[in-house]
């Protein structure tokens, strides 16, 4: 069983998988508002991505006997002035998820509860691999210095990017 505190900290969490859908949501708009559609399609899969951590989520506080609340989300920015500026934010804010995951486990282990630190692990790793695809945008972007042709092919390599369901959600 799950104690008060620790469900808590489950449930806010929730809100800001979610909260993190919304953002990238709106940078998908954003981008497509711009023309660029491989970009509106990598924060697309990103939305995606952030709605399954957050069923993730529910579904393991369910599995504990947990109650899930909804809260309301928090409104999110709705303008970049580029491709770069998107890939910045995002950057910092897959940090600031990654000290709400250590956040939890660092819970676990103070808890002594084995299953969410068990649990919590794959996030652990999935945050690496966040802000290490940020970077990796980051980096391009800025090879390219506003080069209207290097954001062409970025843009281009971009549309290839194809949606995944994660493990934890993949049924057997």
């Not at 069923?55 to 770069?84: C, H, K, M």
């Not at 897959?94 to 649990?119: F, G, P, W």
């Not at 800025?142 to 080069?147: A, L, P, T």
């Amino acid at each position: 069983m799950l104690s008060q505190k620790m469900q808590s900290a489950l449930n806010a969490q929730i809100n800001a998988e979610m909260w993190s859908a919304y953002l990238y949501l709106s940078m998908s708009m954003a981008a497509a508002d711009k023309g660029l559609k491989g970009v509106a399609n990598w924060f697309a899969i990103q939305f995606k991505e952030e709605q399954d951590h957050a069923q993730i989520f529910i579904n393991y506080l369910l599995s504990r006997g947990g109650r899930v609340l909804l809260e309301p989300i928090a409104a999110v920015d709705t303008e970049w002035d580029s491709a770069l500026a998107m890939f910045e934010q995002t950057l910092t804010h897959e940090q600031k998820v990654t000290s709400l995951i250590n956040d939890l486990y660092n819970l676990a282990i103070e808890e002594k509860d084995h299953a969410t630190r068990s649990m919590l692990t794959w996030f652990v790793d999935e945050q690496v691999e966040e802000e290490d695809s940020a970077r990796e945008i980051i980096d391009q972007l800025r090879m390219i210095d506003c080069n209207k042709l290097g954001l062409y092919m970025i843009d281009k390599e971009m549309a290839a990017r194809v949606y995944s369901t994660p493990s934890p959600l993949v049924k057997e």
